[in-house]
T-cell receptor, first 109, second 117 residues
Framework: GQNIDQPTEMTATEGAIVQINCTYQTSGFNGLFWYQQHAGEAPTFLSY??LDGLEEKGRFSSFLSRSKGYSYLLLKELQMKDSASYLC??????????WGAGTKLIIKP | IAGITQAPTSQILAAGRRMTLRCTQD?????MYWYRQDLGLGLRLIHYSNTAGTTGKGEVPDGYSVSRANTDDFPLTLASAVPSQTSVYFCASSGSPLLADSYNEQFFGPGTRLTVL
């Protein structure tokens, strides 16, 4: 079967750094996506990794290890507006996205 | 219209009734998708369409049907609603469905919150 695992909830302090992990087992791999979803809103695209390594985009970075079936999203200089759910999704061999249940990130002052 | 729109925003529906959720995009994207999102579960794909005139079944297609008569519209129909179809429904689109590329990100509509009693 196909499976995406990520922690249900994490808490961090404003100004700090947080790492959200994602492990996956899928039939085929055509890239891994991270999305942000604020409560009551639609998911919005954050990052995409298809090769091993780190992709940096401002305060957000995403890392991929295909051999380990592992990715993480790193958020630096946390702001209150970063309180949201972060969704990990893998594009499988059929080019369909398989989604994790999401990690709810709570930022405390 | 900018991006993807969905209608209605929310709906309360009696069990057994027929309901169509509407989705329209103006980005000329080839692919469109319908997902449902339930608490504690990831987004689950209901149906998809890689291009106008074609549709396919996703992970949870039972009780739902779709059509793709043109590029812009992708309605989702519940023929006879049941309480287990209570959920938030998201429509999404992407440019190149059969391509492993960062430009193949999916853009989401604002969602429809459906309650079936």
């Amino acid at each position: 079967g196909q499976n995406i695992d990520q922690p249900t909830e994490m808490t961090a302090t404003e100004g700090a750094i947080v790492q959200i992990n994602c492990t996956y087992q899928t039939s085929g791999f055509n890239g891994l996506f991270w999305y942000q979803q604020h409560a009551g809103e639609a998911p919005t695209f954050l990052s995409y990794n298809v090769l091993d390594g780190l992709e940096e985009k401002g305060r957000f970075s995403s890392f991929l290890s295909r051999s380990k079936g592992y990715s993480y999203l790193l958020l630096k200089e946390l702001q209150m507006k970063d309180s949201a759910s972060y969704l990990c999704a893998v594009m499988d061999s059929n080019y369909q996205l398989i989604w994790g249940a999401g990690t709810k990130l709570i930022i405390k002052p | 219209i900018a991006g993807i729109t969905q209608a209605p925003t929310s709906q309360i529906l009696a069990a057994g009734r027929r309901m169509t959720l509407r989705c329209t995009q103006d980005m000329r994207h080839n692919a469109m998708y319908w997902y449902r999102q339930d608490l504690g579960l990831g987004l689950r794909l209901i149906h998809y369409s890689n291009t106008a005139g074609t549709t396919g079944k996703g992970e949870v297609p039972d009780g739902y049907s779709v059509s793709r008569a043109n590029t812009d519209d992708f309605p989702l129909t519940l023929a006879s609603a049941v309480p287990s179809q209570t959920s938030v429904y998201f429509c999404a689109s992407s440019g190149s469905p059969l391509l492993a590329d960062s430009y193949n990100e999916q853009f989401f509509g604002p969602g429809t919150r459906l309650t079936v009693l």
